[in-house]
């Protein structure tokens, strides 16, 4: 039986940031779930498929081959054949994951590939409903979690690094709606799983949440 770390928490709370320093510290493979939606979602944007027709984003979804490979650590993302890694971290692909991810169709093309790669392969797999529902029997379970004003915060910092203009309330208004979405949707919402530990990362350093889950995963 596969070793299985399952991550959940809102979007920026820095699961992905966490999970890939486990991973490499542990030598299991990183599963970045947000990313095969994300891709899913990029299929949408290019196809022109309006987000709020449910038919639509069913059916369209059948013509979408998503397979991830792992290239050294990268887990590399292919849509229909093409490496679509590079487009798949703006704020417009991850507003329209959020929004095509409360299709079912969508859900259980994507929880399959996640399952299969989590039984073959040790990983520490992040989302928003691995421990609920892709990996009820993950050996460790994380719910990752920040104030919505220390994840916008982050997000800022992180894209005025970059030299992207950026608005901070903006921002935080786009973080506070994805949450309401991913935790308010009819299939597999984002929610603590009963047996998750639950680690706010608000006043902590990343090495701080970096120790306290491989302290989790020692037990
Ligand atoms: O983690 P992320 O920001 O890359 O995820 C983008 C969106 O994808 C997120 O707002 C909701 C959806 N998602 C999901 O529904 N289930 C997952 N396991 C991962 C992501």
Redesign the pocket.
Known sequence: MSYNIAVDGP?GAG?STIARAVAKKLQIIYVD???M??AMALFMLRQGVNPADGTAVSEKCRDADITIAYEGEEQVVYLNGENVNPYLRTEEV?NM??SV?VQPAVREKLVELQRVLAAKEDCIMD????GTCVLPDAQVKIYLTASSEVRAKRRYDELAAKGQECDLEKIKADIED?DDR?MHREHSPLRQAADAVLVDSSDMTVDEVINRILELCRR
């Open positions: 979007a699961k779930t947000g990313a939606y994300r991850g994951a959020s991810s989302g928003r409903d691995i994805r991913d």
